[in-house]
Each structure stands twice: as structure tokens, then as C-alpha cells.
């Protein structure tokens, strides 16, 4: 769970990430590092926020893969 949420903090800083795209990663860096809710809740709240994302057209072309790796990743959980 650490690496994912590396990951998107990387995709997060990022200058070329619009700010409504900003906010939804940020929301799923909080839900991930939450301790008091159960891991696969976690993940699943986490996975509704990307999914939107990974069909926003404001996302650069270069991190939609980067995404979907993490989508995939947190699917396992």
C-alpha cells in the first residue's frame, strides 16, 4: 500500500496535472493512508476515485498508464 501511495503522490506533484485531477488523487492518498477503515475498504473507495479519473480527458496522456497500474495493483487487495 506504501508503493501506491508513492506512486501517486510522484503522478500528484507532477506540474502538468490539472487541479480537479489534483483533488481526486488527493482524496485518494487520504483514503488510502487511513488506518482506521479496513485495507479493502481502503482500496475499494480509492478505486471509485480513479476510475473517474482514468476516464477524465483532462489527464495527460502520460500518466493514464501510471494510473492504470495502480488500479490494477489496488484490484488485488
Not at 488510502?32 to 479519473?53: T, V, W
Amino acid at each position: 500500500m506504501k508503493e501506491l501511495i508513492e506512486e501517486l503522490t510522484m503522478i500528484l506533484e507532477d506540474d502538468g496535472i490539472p487541479k480537479n485531477v489534483r483533488i481526486k488523487l488527493d482524496t485518494a492518498i487520504a483514503v488510502l493512508q487511513d488506518n482506521a477503515i479496513e485495507i479493502s475498504i481502503r482500496a475499494n473507495k480509492a478505486l471509485q476515485e480513479l476510475d473517474e479519473l482514468s476516464n477524465d480527458p483532462n489527464i495527460p496522456s502520460y500518466i493514464r498508464p501510471q494510473l492504470w497500474n495502480i488500479v490494477s495493483q489496488l484490484e488485488s487487495f
